[in-house]
């Protein structure tokens, strides 16, 4: 009698993935078409044979056709139990795969030419990623909206789910920034009065005093007034935030939209910058440091740095109430604040007056700078080290600085200038708060980040919690 024979087992089924919306070659290569066009019709030899032109540009586009449709054809994403795998490349293939445990937040933006297709991208802020990583586009809007629903879902887990199946209406917005303020911020900051005062000195030199400084020498300077008044006005255009079960939101641009959510719990610092003339207005710029989370910048035209952008320009009342919403509990005019002592101002002969430090029992707070004051606030329990650090003209003075360092972001908290005893007391204090701090507090998801680097000279460090504890920011 022979034996039963086992059932062969059964085939497993790859899925293949799916593709991106068909017109995604188009809207990530316009440009380069654009770019081609504009290099031919500055060629001389080109504009007198038009023949010969539009052959070229017909091959261009042709060629850049061709090559998108390649890259789109071999780029497919999916969903897999506990991750979204993004293959890619035709030539050399690459395979991005981002867990859903390490997703932090997701964002549908839309830059200029997907809207005018209904098209968006995902934005994914990925902890321990880069920038670029946790894109994914192009989608139709409504896709892209739903994708992100069943991401959130595989990422946050049951709670979400049920949060997702529940009808959300949408709550009115609790501010706009008018274009008005945001216009006259950026010409009242430092990049662009500065810029503005070397235009009307280039002018005058070379039209009065027949200077021949040259054309080329105000390019700098037009730039200058140009840039950071397209990047604020336009970049932060009709500037929402509004609340939702998933946090604050914001809505900005009047070219690329662009949302951004602040998740709850994830918050690891915070800068309030106030230039000279924005104080006597009473505005001010707020600026985040959030675990995963990139962009933002600040206010005055300088480079982007990681962050999220919180509130391009407020009013005093408008920004406690933006604070109270993001750091409950937090009330800057009751924690006491300690001045550096007056021999600082032999290093910072007019600022050392406005640098100062203070604590409660969840914020520490430190401010600095005279002509753009610099307030910095860091949650105890997201403190990453302390370090002190003392220079030579320093050691003379009997002074140090106490640095609480905090995720990669705007957040810049320095005690500077402190009298060497205090910053000892100062360094061992926050340690305590902060190992105290990580013992009682609740973070939603474990997230692994790292503080900014020390600075290798003349500094000492004191931990702020155990090793073990790291997991929690």
């Known amino acids: 009698m022979s034996e039963p024979t086992a059932p062969p087992p059964e085939k497993t089924v790859e899925r293949n993935g799916d593709r991106l919306h068909p017109l995604t070659p188009f809207v990530r290569g316009w440009g380069y078409f654009v770019v081609a066009a504009i290099a031919m019709a ?77 098209m968006a991208e995902l934005r994914m802020d990925v902890a321990g990623g880069s920038r670029s990583d946790g894109r994914l586009s192009y989608f139709s809007y409504e896709d892209a909206a739903k994708l992100r629903g069943t991401l959130l879902v595989r990422a946050k887990g049951e709670h979400a789910a049920e949060q997702a199946q529940t009808p959300q209406v949408e709550s009115p917005p609790l501010l706009v920034v008018p274009t008005g303020r945001l216009l006259g911020a950026t010409l009242l900051s430092s990049t662009v009065l500065g810029s503005l005062a070397g235009l009307i000195w280039l002018i005058v ?34 500037f929402t935030l509004s609340e939702t079960h998933d946090g604050l939101r914001t809505k900005r641009g009047l070219f690329d939209l662009q949302r951004q959510t602040v998740p709850p719990g994830r918050v690891q610092g915070l800068l309030i910058t106030e230039p000279l003339v924005w104080r006597l207005l009473g505005w001010s710029r707020v600026d985040l440091d959030i675990a995963g989370v990139v962009g933002g910048g600040n206010g005055d035209g300088e480079e982007d740095r990681d962050g999220a952008q919180l509130l391009p320009v407020g009013e005093r009342q408008e920004v406690a109430g933006v604070l109270a919403r993001v750091l409950p509990g937090l009330d800057l005019s009751s924690i006491e604040m300690h001045r550096a002592p007056e021999r600082a101002k032999w290093l910072r002969p007019i600022g050392w007056r406005y640098l100062s430090y203070g604590a409660d029992d969840q914020f520490l707070v430190t401010t600095r700078g005279w002509v753009s004051r610099r307030t910095s606030i860091v949650l105890h329990h997201k403190t990453q080290s302390v370090r002190l650090q003392q220079g030579p003209l320093q050691r003379r003075l009997r002074l140090a600085n106490v640095h609480v360092d905090t995720p990669t972001g705007p957040t810049d908290a320095v005690a500077l200038h402190r009298d060497i005893h205090d910053a000892a007391r100062l360094l061992e204090a926050q340690a305590d708060r902060a190992r105290e701090a990580r013992r009682t507090a609740s973070s939603p998801v474990p997230v692994h980040t790292q503080p900014n680097p020390p600075s290798p000279e003349g500094s000492s460090s004191s931990a702020a919690s155990p090793a073990a504890d790291s997991s929690d920011t």
């Open 42 to 118: 500055n060629n001389e030899s080109l504009r007198s044979n038009l023949e010969l032109a539009g052959i070229g540009l017909v091959a261009v586009l042709i060629g850049g056709i061709a090559l998108g449709a390649l890259s789109w054809w071999f780029t497919k994403w999916q969903l897999t139990d506990d991750a979204i795998r993004l293959d890619s490349g035709f030539l050399f293939r690459r395979t991005r795969i981002i867990r859903f445990d390490r997703i932090q937040a997701i964002d549908v933006a839309q830059p200029f030419v997907a809207r005018l297709f209904n």
């Open 205 to 238: 030199a070379t039209t009065v005093l027949e200077f021949h400084v040259g054309l080329f020498a105000g390019a700098p300077l037009l730039l200058g007034v140009v840039q950071p008044i397209w990047k604020q006005v336009v970049g932060n255009h009709k």
